[in-house]
């Protein structure tokens, strides 16, 4: 699996866990110079608080376009060190 934002891979992986319809890339398959912390977080009842980057890809940036769980709830472990993203970026198969 590609996450693709503004014509750059930012993650691949052959190891993505699907939860909810969205792909969590292991955290080490993620491009880092491309992601800036993100203020951000939200809560979800079952996996727990979520945290967020914001995408910087040739001067463009995508605001919380990237999601992880740092402590993910018991439910959820199986996203634990691992990064989703939404807001236009395309995940597609190999």
């Given at each position: 699996?590609?996450?693709?934002?503004?014509?750059?891979?930012?993650?691949?992986?052959?190891?993505?866990?699907?939860?909810e319809?969205?792909?969590?890339?292991?955290?080490?398959?993620?491009?880092?110079?491309?992601?800036?912390?993100?203020?951000?977080?939200?809560?979800?009842?079952?996996?727990?608080?979520?945290?967020?980057?914001?995408?910087?890809?040739?001067?463009?940036?995508?605001?919380?376009?990237?999601?992880?769980?740092?402590e993910?709830?018991?439910?959820?472990?199986?996203?634990?060190?691992?990064?989703?993203?939404?807001?236009?970026?395309?995940?597609?198969g190999?």
């Amino acid at each position: 699996m590609k996450a693709i934002w503004n014509g750059r891979v930012i993650a691949e992986s052959d190891d993505t866990v699907v939860v909810e319809g969205n792909h969590y890339f292991p955290r080490e398959s993620v491009d880092p110079a491309l992601l800036r912390p993100s203020a951000t977080h939200t809560v979800c009842p079952w996996k727990g608080t979520a945290s967020y980057y914001t995408l910087e890809v040739e001067g463009k940036t995508n605001p919380d376009a990237a999601w992880f769980y740092p402590e993910p709830k018991e439910a959820a472990r199986q996203i634990t060190g691992r990064v989703a993203f939404w807001r236009g970026v395309q995940v597609v198969g190999g």
